[in-house]
């Protein structure tokens, strides 16, 4: 409800804000922009229009060096047609995580990429495309984990042995998901605890520099670190 959003930024209601996982066309940042909201993103900014972004307070993990070091293990393992399911293009955290892939394997096949929507049934959708076009893929990396979860699925539903006949990398290290799959899944882990503690302290900071007319704080970009399971 973005008119509702807009009238209570607007009101005066608080004094700051963080906004997460935007997407191109998300009209939240000029909400902010008009009501003169102090902001900080959880992501990159990569929206329609966005200023420069050394201008815009925001905390990020690694998209691209976690997915970088993701296919660098599974190409290391001896895969030789690792997969990609990406996620909604209009995110950074997609393209940024799809960039790494490319950067790991610069002619990639373009039939090795399937889009997803960082869900588990558009992951499991994804993974059907997946072994139609490239019935020899023998590695997926996932963008998040709920994607990797339903590629999971429909792989033991075919029959293919993880990580035998095909290894599995996800995103995220999601609690609920990472470690609860049969096998357990290797994936790339983001401080999403940290990170939420980064854009508080942000925006903290801004708002008292702000007071004292100072510049706003500088972006901060995490660290990642992949965590190997058993599904590869």
Partial sequence: DYDRIARYLAGGHVDGALAFSLHTDDPI???TRRAGMPTVYGGRPGWTKAPDHRAVPYVDADNRGGAREAVRYLRDLGRRRIAHIAGPRDQTSATDRLDGYRDVLLDEDPALIAEGAFTEESGARAMVTLLERCPGLDAVFAANDLMASGALRVL?????????????????DMDSVAGVTDPPLTTVQQDIEGQGRLMARLLLRGLDREREGEEAPASVITPTTLVRRASA
């Fill in 156 to 172: 033991k539903e075919r029959g293919i042995a993880v990580p035998d006949e095909v290894a599995l990398v996800g995103f995220d």
């Fill in 29 to 31: 940042p000029e909400i």
